[in-house]
Nanobody
Framework: ARLVESGGGLVQPGGSLRLSCAAS????????MSWVRQAPGKGLEWVSS????????YYVDSVKGRFTISKDNAKDTVYLQMNSLSTEDTAVYYC???????????????????????WGQGTQVTVSS
């Protein structure tokens, strides 16, 4: 099983990017699919999640209104549309998949790698003028 992220790159402040996470080797339905990022010199930060069955979505406060998570179950792919990017969004963005209430509870989802079953290799997003 694997998760493959794509779509990262260099963008100016205020710009947009769309990240993709293609899943393979496991049954896509029934998982929480998350985006977790790590800025230079900092720890992991959970960004957003979506349940591939129910479609429930979750966002960290700092990206609400700017980022949109979505899924295409026919393609086993999750997307993260990122608008109004700022330098503070610069990070490696990881895609992760996990099942169970310990992954997402209330309005927040897990950050730690140990909470997820699958973890991607990451894609770099750099916001700079």
């Amino acid at each position: 099983a694997r998760l493959v992220e794509s779509g990262g790159g260099l963008v100016q402040p205020g710009g947009s990017l769309r990240l993709s996470c293609a899943a393979s080797g496991f049954t896509f339905s029934g998982y929480y699919m998350s985006w977790v990022r790590q800025a230079p010199g900092k720890g992991l930060e959970w960004v957003s999640s979506i349940h591939t069955g129910a479609g429930s979505t979750y966002y960290v406060d700092s990206v609400k209104g700017r980022f949109t998570i979505s899924k295409d179950n026919a393609k086993d792919t999750v997307y993260l549309q990122m608008n109004s990017l700022s330098t503070e969004d610069t990070a490696v963005y990881y895609c992760a998949a996990g099942r169970g209430v310990h992954v997402c509870s209330g309005v927040y989802c897990a950050t730690d790698r140990d909470e997820y079953t699958y973890w991607g290799q990451g894609t770099q997003v750099t916001v700079s003028s």
